[in-house]
């Protein structure tokens, strides 16, 4: 749990409202990250992003306890939602 609670810390801080930050902690935490900053960005250079972020701020044990981050533009996340 604390794993959790540091890393929506650490999205927050580089993703503020408006951006969203939105984690489930089950057996592994998992998460979306909705920015505008994503747009025009393809899903390697996002996911590079969050790599550089948590390899530079949490141990190796607590990033095996971070299995997914994804990040969406408002745009992607408002098509999911309609979508489902």
Not at 4 to 12: I, T
Not at 25 to 53: E, N, P, W, Y
Not at 58 to 75: A, K, M, N, S, Y
């Amino acid at each position: 749990m604390a794993v959790a609670r540091k890393l929506k810390k650490v999205l927050e801080e580089r993703f503020p409202a408006p951006d969203k930050v939105q984690l489930r902690d089950d057996d592994g935490i998992i998460g979306i990250v909705t920015s505008r900053r994503f747009r025009g960005m393809d899903s390697m250079k996002r996911q590079d992003l969050f790599h550089d972020l948590l390899s530079s701020r949490f141990t190796e044990d607590e990033q095996r306890h971070i299995l997914l981050i994804v990040g969406v533009t408002p745009e992607e996340e408002l098509a999911n939602s309609v979508d489902e």
